[in-house]
């Protein structure tokens, strides 16, 4: 292995708590890919969300999912499709709704994505993704200094800026908290509701300038 391949073990690449309780394995992060998205997620046990409910609606991506082991079942636009291990869905259509569930543990599903006709760029999601790994040890620093990377990449992601709110906010960095989730929340009215009953905003969310 060097600088022109490099090969990794789907079990070698630490599982990151996401969205719910998802487990996601930032694939495209580890391995440095720039040309494409590339992320794994593993449901531990049967009825376990394997993929979120979402659309590329916004990102514009046409997406594969292979699932590598295991049995998931897809729901698409409403459609429940069975998957066993060895299935791809290809989902040409960005505006479909999808989501599956893991019906045996272990479940792993294989995502790759792109916009068409475009250059690849990743997507700012993966930083604050990737921003929850320094929740368990209450890193907070390191969480902030990830998201603040990301936000100088995407200024004007909501996300982003929601997340690093957080984060801010479990540090005690007050006026840097309310100054990003209202940011957040006049990019994107969407985050309000989330922040009223966010529990990382508990410590903010009683002060003058917060979102309501």
């Known amino acids: ?92 259509d960005p505006d479909v709704k999808r989501h599956a569930r893991a019906e045996q543990p272990d479940t792993t599903v294989l995502a790759i994505g792109g916009r068409p006709g475009e250059p690849y760029a990743p997507s700012a999601w993966e930083w604050y993704f990737y921003a929850e790994r320094f929740r368990a040890g209450e890193d907070w620093a390191g969480a902030i200094a990830l998201l603040e990377e990301g936000a100088e990449r995407y200024p004007d992601q909501a996300g982003m800026l929601y997340s690093l709110g957080c984060f801010e906010a479990l540090a005690g960095r007050t006026e840097d908290a309310l100054a990003h989730v209202s940011r957040a929340v006049e990019l994107e009215p969407g985050f309000q509701e989330w922040a009223q009953k966010d529990d990382d905003l508990a410590s903010i969310r009683d002060l003058p300038g917060f979102p309501s």
């Open 1 to 92: 292995m060097g600088e022109q391949w490099q090969s990794v073990r789907l079990d070698e690449v630490e599982p990151i708590s996401v969205a719910g309780g998802l487990q996601w394995r930032p694939l495209r992060r580890t391995l440095g890919v720039e040309a494409f998205g590339i992320n794994a997620y593993v449901a531990p046990n049967a009825g376990d969300e394997v993929v979120e409910e979402h659309t590329e609606a916004r990102l514009r991506h046409e997406e594969v999912y292979i699932v590598l082991a295991g049995h998931a079942t897809f729901t698409l636009d409403g459609e429940t499709h069975d998957a066993p291990a060895g299935t791809l869905v290809y989902v040409r």
